[in-house]
């Protein structure tokens, strides 16, 4: 692997770790969510996480066969509980980031929720070569609303590496 690149990142646990205040901010939208999946009401799920992790865009504006799509694959933000939330992988506990010799580049939109930052910066702080790009206009989904700006992000990293 010659360089990484990770966008929006929502590894919480590394907000966990290094602030552990900032997921109690996140913990209802992780109730509604799961509340939600476990009823199998997918639909509701995913407004959940629109209404959170989207670009302001209002649910109701999405078309018919949008949230279907979303509604369709929400269940993956429930699967990746242990992961993202307590690092169950190990790789906070072990060191694997720190070891990790490639440049990383870490973007993420200026319309961010408040714990991205912390995420990016405890990433930072972890990563040997890591750089912090911040897209302004942007939020959550950017490489789909933004993608002219997310491919000249990368592409002026990649020259740069």
Request: glycine share 8%.
């Given at each position: ?7 929006e990142?929502?590894f ?6 290094d ?37 302001g865009?209002?649910w ?7 949230q ?25 506990v072990?060191?694997?980031l ?39 206009g ?24």
């Amino acid at each position: 692997m010659r360089s990484l690149t990770l966008i929006e990142l929502v590894f919480f646990a590394v907000a966990g770790q290094d602030v552990p205040a900032t997921l109690v901010v996140g913990q209802l939208y992780r109730d509604v969510l799961q509340a939600a999946l476990n009823k199998g009401d997918y639909l509701a799920a995913a407004r959940a996480f629109v209404e959170v992790w989207g670009d302001g865009m209002q649910w109701e504006a999405l078309s018919e066969t949008q949230q279907h799509a979303l509604a369709q694959r929400i269940h993956n933000a429930g699967a990746t509980e242990d992961l993202l939330y307590k690092g169950s992988s190990g790789m906070l506990v072990s060191g694997a980031l720190e070891r990790l010799e490639q440049p990383v580049l870490l973007s993420h939109g200026a319309q961010f929720e408040a714990v991205i930052p912390i995420i990016n910066s405890g990433l930072a702080a972890r990563l040997k070569r890591a750089k912090s790009v911040r897209t302004e206009g942007a939020s959550h989904m950017f490489p789909m609303t933004h993608p002219a700006l997310c491919g000249a992000e990368i592409k002026t990293f990649l020259a740069a590496v």
